[in-house]
C-alpha cells in the first residue's frame, strides 16, 4: 500500500480527470485557433472548460486565463503588477512565507532597485493587518499575500488586507497566490476584493502543467510572454487543451463534493494530529493548520530528511516541508522562530479527498517505529 500524504506538494490524479485528458488528447484534438470543424469544436470545449473553471473560483470566463502551472501565474502577477504601476513607485510589500514563487521574482526585482518589505508572521503563522497598513507607502504598487500557506495550513487575512490596502490607495493592484486556497477553502476573488490570484491544477486532482490567472474585469495587464493571440493575447502559446480539459472535470468533481470533501480532510487532520500526539512520544504540533488540509507537525531532535528517508523506505509518503526547498529548512518555519530543534524536525502532513485513517494509522506507526529505534540527536 502506499501512504500518501503529501497532497500540498501534488495530488494524484482523479479518473474524471484523466479521461477528459484522454479524451481530448485522442479525439478533440483541434487546435482551438484553426477554422476548420475539428478545431471550432475544441474550441467550444475550451470555452466550456474555461466557464467550469471559472465557476469553481467564483469569477467570469472573461476574468480567467489559463496559464502552465502556480509559478507562471505568480510570476506573471508580481511582473505585470510592476509594470502597471512603474510610473508610481518602486515599493512592494509581502510576507516573508510566501512560496518562491513569489519570493524568487521580488528578490530579482530588489536587485533593480525596488524596495520590498516582507511582514512576518506571528508564532501561529499569521501576518498581521496592522502592520501591512504601517507597510504600505506613496510609492507602493502592489501587495502580494498568500491565501493559505503551503506549509502551515494558516489562511492569511487576504480580505482584510484588501480592503485596507484600497481604502489606502486604490491604484495598488493586490495579489493573492491562492494555489494551496482553491477549492480548499471557500471564497471568490470577488469577495476577497483582490485584483489578481493564481492557482495551479496539481494540487486539486488535475495534472502538472495547468494552471490558471484571475485579472479583475476591466484591469489591463501586460503579458509574460509574446506570440500568438491566445488569452486574448494575454497568455500567447497554443491552449494546452488536455490539460484544461481535466482542470474544468477535476472542478466539477470536487464542486459537486466540496462539502464533503472539506469535512472529510478537516476531519481526517483532526484525527491525524489526535493520533500522532497519542502514538509517539515527544511529538509536537507547530501547526494545525486553518485550511482543512494541511498540517505541520515536529520530532524534535530527528532531522526531517532523516524521517522522511525513513518513513520512505517504509512506502509512507510526507514531506520535510516544501518540495521546493530540498535539504534546507524552510524559510517558512524559520520565519516562526521555532527552537532550532523543533525546526529541524519538522514535517508537513497533507491530505486530498482521497485520504484514509489507514494512512495515517500507518504514519503513526511508522513515526513511533522509528522514534523507539533512534535516539534523539
Ligand atoms: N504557490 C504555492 C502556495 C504553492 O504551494 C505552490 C506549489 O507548491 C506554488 C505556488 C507553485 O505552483 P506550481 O507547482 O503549479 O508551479
Redesign the pocket.
Known amino acids: 500500500m502506499i501512504v500518501y500524504l503529501d497532497n ?2 501534488t495530488t494524484r490524479v482523479c479518473e474524471e480527470a484523466a479521461r477528459a485528458a484522454l479524451e481530448v488528447m485522442t479525439q478533440e484534438f483541434g487546435n482551438p485557433s484553426a477554422r476548420y470543424g475539428l478545431a471550432q469544436k475544441a474550441a467550444r470545449r475550451l470555452e466550456e472548460d474555461r466557464a467550469a473553471v471559472a465557476a469553481a473560483l467564483g469569477c467570469e470566463s472573461g476574468e480567467l486565463y489559463f496559464t502552465s ?4 501565474g ?1 510570476n506573471w502577477a508580481v511582473r505585470a503588477a510592476v509594470e502597471y504601476g512603474r510610473r508610481r513607485g518602486k515599493h512592494i510589500v509581502t510576507t516573508a512565507i510566501e ?1 518562491s ?1 513569489v519570493l524568487e521574482p521580488l528578490k530579482e526585482l530588489e536587485g533593480k532597485g525596488y524596495s520590498i518589505t516582507r511582514l512576518r508572521p506571528d508564532k501561529s503563522g499569521h501576518v498581521s493587518p496592522r502592520d501591512l497598513r504601517e507597510a504600505l507607502r506613496e510609492d507602493t504598487v502592489l501587495v502580494s499575500m ?1 491565501l493559505v500557506n ?1 506549509e502551515l495550513g494558516t489562511i492569511q487575512p487576504v480580505q482584510e488586507c484588501a480592503a485596507i490596502t484600497k481604502a489606502y490607495c486604490p491604484d495598488i493592484l493586490f495579489h493573492t ?1 491562492a ?2 486556497a482553491f477549492l480548499k477553502v471557500p471564497f471568490t476573488p470577488k469577495e476577497l476584493g483582490v485584483d489578481l490570484l ?1 492557482i ?1 491544477g ?2 486539486v486532482r488535475a495534472p502538472k502543467g495547468i ?1 490558471a490567472q484571475y485579472i479583475r474585469a476591466g484591469l489591463k495587464l501586460s503579458p509574460l510572454l509574446r506570440g500568438g493571440g491566445q488569452e486574448k493575447g494575454l497568455r500567447p502559446g497554443t491552449e494546452p487543451t488536455a490539460q484544461i480539459a481535466a482542470l474544468a472535470a477535476a472542478c466539477r468533481v470536487w464542486e459537486s463534493w466540496s462539502e464533503r470533501y472539506r469535512s472529510h480532510m478537516a476531519q481526517l487532520k483532526e484525527y491525524a494530529l489526535e493520533k500522532l500526539c497519542q502514538t509517539v512520544p515527544d511529538l509536537e504540533v507547530v501547526n494545525a493548520g486553518d485550511a482543512p488540509h494541511i498540517c505541520a507537525v515536529s520530532l524534535p531532535g530527528y532531522p526531517s530528511e532523516m524521517l522522511v528517508r525513513a518513513l520512505n523506505d517504509r512506502g509512507v509518503y510526507v514531506s520535510s516541508g ?3 526547498h530540498k535539504g534546507k529548512p524552510s524559510h517558512v518555519f524559520g520565519a516562526l522562530g521555532l527552537p532550532k530543534r523543533t525546526l529541524m524536525g519538522v514535517l508537513r502532513v497533507s491530505f486530498s479527498p482521497d485520504s484514509t485513517r489507514e494512512e495515517v494509522d500507518a504514519l503513526a506507526e511508522g513515526l513511533a517505529a522509528i522514534r523507539a529505534g533512534h535516539v534523539g540527536a
Open positions: 500540498a506538494s502551472c502556480g509559478t507562471e505568480d512560496h514563487a498568500m503551503n497566490d494555489v494551496q493564481t495551479s496539481h494540487k494552471g516544501s518540495a521546493c
